[in-house]
């Protein structure tokens, strides 16, 4: 069983920058791939980012290519996500995700395990 708690959401101004942490309570972490999801009000959840579990291999949403960073630290059992430039759009609940010992992927039902979310709000 693998637990994941996300931390670093909050209110921020457009132009702002968030960096949200995923901490997974796992001693294989190391085997996982990571993603991270978004959710806004009415909308359904969305593919983020992603990285494998050597970090080798990294995917992006378009619309966060260039604003957005995806790392993770197998050493402290963590992934992070950089959000710089932030939209009002990019309001949501974000999600962490891991998959077991396979290519990151953009599906949401590929990732066995959640955590509950943290909630980004992008407004002046």
């Known amino acids: 069983q693998v637990q994941l708690v996300e931390s670093g959401g909050g209110l921020v101004q457009p132009g702002g920058s968030l960096r949200l942490s995923c901490a997974a309570s796992?001693?294989?972490?190391?085997?996982?791939?990571m993603g991270w999801f978004r959710q806004a009000p009415g909308k359904e959840r969305e593919f983020v980012a992603a990285?494998?579990?050597?970090?080798?291999?990294?995917d992006y949403a378009d619309s966060m290519k260039g604003r957005f960073t995806i790392h993770r630290d197998n050493a402290k059992n963590s992934v992070h996500l950089q959000m710089n430039s932030l939209k009002p759009e990019d309001t949501a609940v974000y999600y962490c995700?891991?998959?077991?010992?396979?290519?990151?992927?953009?599906?949401?039902?590929?990732?066995?395990?959640w955590g509950q979310g943290t909630q980004v709000t992008v407004s002046s």
């Open positions: 995700a891991a998959d077991y010992l396979s290519s990151p992927s953009r599906s949401a039902d590929d990732y066995d395990y």
């Open positions: 796992v001693r294989t972490f190391s085997r996982y791939n």
């Open positions: 990285i494998s579990w050597s970090g080798g291999n990294i």
